[in-house]
């Protein structure tokens, strides 16, 4: 039976600011999020098995849950939905190059790159995403949009027009950040206003302001592994970096360039400041 191969991206919070929760249950979230050439890879065969099998390979499949991952999840709820017929089996192999655990969204975009596959013949509505993002997290949302998304709060998201693209040196320092433990120590909520539009603004723009921004997690994160405040560091004093911030609830911590020349010659440098930590380049897409 024919395959079907997907790319799975991940993304990164450029900039994250977390407010009180609402109805106390999810706090209320700003973010600007862009989708980066990271990603890992998704095999789809159907086949005649009496279930569904499902595979991890990869660099960071170790950390995977075999049981209840988002993945299992996705199939259960498809057909839970009438999506796939409940007879349909397939094999589902998922190479992992996205670290989990990082703040990166591996995860939650693995379930929506199969959920967009198997959704295909059907248009997929808001009260679709909202019903699959109940069980898979909220962060499932983000990849139904295109690849520079704004989260002005935790109900609306958005795409804005910026035509630029930005090169990421990614310092993952195998820290297990538990998104939950993160949010469970977090006090210092901030005010959530409406952003200013950021449609085809410059470049450059875009940098200031980003650099007026924060990570409202980045504190914690850093109280919980504190060798992640020496890789900010070292980062921020590469040359032509523009600024360096954890990502999402860490642990993966990155700096930002406006060109592939110093990005690279940046990552050469990280790479022999901490030779036991995953370090890559990528590039927002």
Known sequence: MSKTFLKSPAKINLSLKIGKKINHQYHDIQSVIFLINLHDQITI???TGKKDTFKFTGKFKKNIKLKNNTVQKSMYLLRK??????????EIKIKKNIPVFSGLGGGSSNAATIIKYFHKKRKIINGDINYFAKFLGSDFKLFFNKNKIIQENFFKI??????????LLIVYPFKKSSTKDVYSKFRQYEEIKKLNNLN???KLKMVDKLKSETNSLES??????PLIKKVLKELSLLKKCEFSRVTGSGSACFGLFLNKKDALLGLKLIKKRFPKFW???????
Request: glycine letters at 2%; a positive charge.
């Open 45 to 47: 065969k159907k086949i």
């Open 200 to 202: 085809r603004i410059s």
């Open 158 to 167: 958005k795409n804005f027009n910026f035509k630029h693209d930005f090169y």
């Open 81 to 90: 939905k009438n999506i796939i017929g409940s007879s349909a089996k397939y």
């Open 220 to 225: 914690i994160v850093i109280s919980r592994f």
């Open 279 to 285: 370090c890559v380049l990528s590039r927002t897409i």
